[in-house]
C-alpha cells in the first residue's frame, strides 16, 4: 500500500474528517467516544485519524489501552498561517486595484 503525505487543508477537505476534527476542537476524545457521538463506524473513524494525524493536525496520548486524540496547535498555527499569507496577497492585490482604478479616475478627470 502507498501511503502519500497529505496536508492540512486536503485532510480537512472530507466532511466527516472535518466533523471528527471539529468534535476534538471541542476537547480531546477517545476513538469510542467518536464513534458513540457520529454516525460513523470505529474503522472508518480510525483511518480518518490516520489522515488527521498524517496532516499533522491531530495527536494522541496513551491513556492505558486507549488514545486520546487531540489537536495539534502547531497543525492549526500551520492552517492559520496559510490564511495570513492568503488574506495579505488578496489585500495586496485589492489595494493595487483600487489605486489602479484611483488613476483611471484622475486620468478620466482631467480629459
Same mark, same amino acid.
Given at each position: 500500500? *502507498?501511503?502519500?503525505?497529505?496536508?492540512?487543508? *486536503?485532510? $480537512?477537505?472530507?466532511?466527516?474528517?472535518? &466533523?471528527?476534527?471539529e468534535? $476534538?476542537? &471541542?476537547?480531546?476524545? *477517545?476513538?469510542?467516544? #467518536?464513534?458513540?457521538? #457520529?454516525?460513523?463506524? +470505529?474503522? =472508518?473513524?480510525? +483511518?480518518?485519524? %490516520?489522515?488527521?494525524? &498524517? @496532516?499533522?493536525l491531530?495527536? /494522541?496520548?496513551?491513556?492505558? @489501552?486507549?488514545?486520546?486524540?487531540?489537536? %495539534?496547535?502547531?497543525?492549526?498555527?500551520? $492552517?492559520?498561517a496559510?490564511?495570513?499569507?492568503?488574506? =495579505?496577497?488578496? $489585500?495586496? !492585490? /485589492? %489595494?493595487? #486595484? @483600487?489605486?489602479? &482604478?484611483? =488613476?483611471?479616475? %484622475?486620468? !478620466?478627470?482631467?480629459?
Amino acid at each position: 500500500m *502507498t501511503t502519500y503525505q497529505v496536508d492540512g487543508w *486536503t485532510a $480537512l477537505g472530507d466532511p466527516r474528517r472535518r &466533523e471528527i476534527f471539529e468534535r $476534538l476542537v &471541542e476537547r480531546p476524545r *477517545t476513538v469510542a467516544e #467518536l464513534t458513540g457521538e #457520529l454516525p460513523i463506524s +470505529q474503522p =472508518a473513524i480510525s +483511518q480518518h485519524l %490516520k489522515v488527521l494525524r &498524517e @496532516a499533522d493536525l491531530v495527536g /494522541f496520548r496513551p491513556d492505558g @489501552a486507549r488514545r486520546v486524540y487531540r489537536v %495539534k496547535p502547531e497543525g492549526i498555527a500551520a $492552517l492559520r498561517a496559510d490564511l495570513d499569507r492568503f488574506w =495579505a496577497s488578496t $489585500l495586496a !492585490n /485589492f %489595494k493595487q #486595484l @483600487a489605486d489602479a &482604478e484611483a =488613476a483611471q479616475r %484622475k486620468d !478620466n478627470d482631467h480629459d
